[in-house]
């Protein structure tokens, strides 16, 4: 996290590298993250307003949970996306810390393109589900089935477009893979 207090001793995490040689990807990864903070400041609002209306006023009103709860599978699924953009998902880095530059982005490549082909699928098969519960609304809040199940189409998209990306990345400029060093203290 980072501090807007100018007199913090807390440095601003530094851009990555394509959002540092891409307007393109710098505009959607600060799209990404601004729809991630609403959605969070929108989940906490939701709470609190469940909170209030339950214990206060003694009247709960039930869409708010509902809402809540598909408020945070909204968020989860867009973080997905963000952690691929950082590349900040969570690895197992048994050996590629004895491989050669070159060699840990071959690792790196065929990583992606797994992650790429499973989330390019997972993008097919939750767009027909949506499509199919688009129909159907929710009990309580009465939102549309389709805009809930959409958020899996939505974070698969983000994350399959985010390690093709990271792919490209990976085989023009290998040095720019992070070592185990470098991830051991967190920069």
């Given at each position: 996290?980072?501090?807007?207090?100018?007199?913090?001793?807390?440095?601003?995490?530094?851009?990555?590298?394509?959002?540092?040689?891409?307007?393109?990807?710098?505009?959607?990864?600060?799209?990404?993250?601004?729809?991630?903070?609403?959605?969070?400041a929108?989940?906490?609002?939701?709470?609190?307003?469940?909170?209030v209306?339950?214990?206060?006023?003694?009247?709960?009103l039930?869409?708010?949970?509902?809402l809540a709860r598909?408020?945070?599978?909204?968020?989860?699924?867009?973080?997905?996306?963000?952690?691929?953009?950082?590349?900040?998902h969570i690895?197992?880095?048994?050996?590629?810390?004895?491989?050669?530059?070159?060699?840990?982005?071959?690792?790196e490549?065929?990583?992606?393109?797994?992650?790429?082909?499973?989330?390019?699928?997972?993008?097919?098969?939750?767009?027909q589900?949506?499509s199919?519960?688009?129909?159907?609304?929710?009990?309580?809040?009465?939102?549309?089935?389709?805009?809930?199940?959409?958020?899996?189409?939505?974070?698969?998209?983000?994350?399959?477009?985010?390690?093709?990306?990271?792919?490209?990345?990976?085989?023009?400029?290998?040095e720019?893979?992070?070592?185990?060093a470098?991830?051991?203290?967190g920069?």
């Amino acid at each position: 996290m980072t501090s807007t207090d100018p007199d913090s001793d807390e440095e601003p995490e530094p851009l990555g590298f394509v959002e540092s040689r891409s307007r393109t990807m710098r505009l959607l990864m600060r799209a990404e993250r601004i729809l991630a903070v609403a959605l969070l400041a929108a989940l906490f609002g939701l709470v609190v307003f469940q909170v209030v209306s339950r214990y206060l006023l003694g009247a709960p009103l039930v869409w708010t949970e509902e809402l809540a709860r598909y408020t945070l599978v909204w968020l989860t699924f867009l973080g997905a996306g963000l952690i691929m953009a950082r590349r900040r998902h969570i690895t197992a880095r048994l050996f590629s810390h004895l491989l050669g530059p070159r060699s840990t982005a071959v690792l790196e490549i065929t990583a992606n393109l797994v992650v790429i082909g499973v989330s390019a699928l997972l993008v097919v098969a939750g767009w027909q589900f949506a499509s199919t519960l688009a129909r159907v609304d929710s009990p309580a809040a009465g939102l549309s089935l389709g805009w809930v199940y959409g958020a899996s189409v939505l974070g698969f998209a983000l994350v399959c477009l985010h390690a093709c990306v990271n792919t490209a990345v990976a085989w023009r400029h290998p040095e720019t893979l992070r070592d185990d060093a470098a991830l051991a203290e967190g920069a």
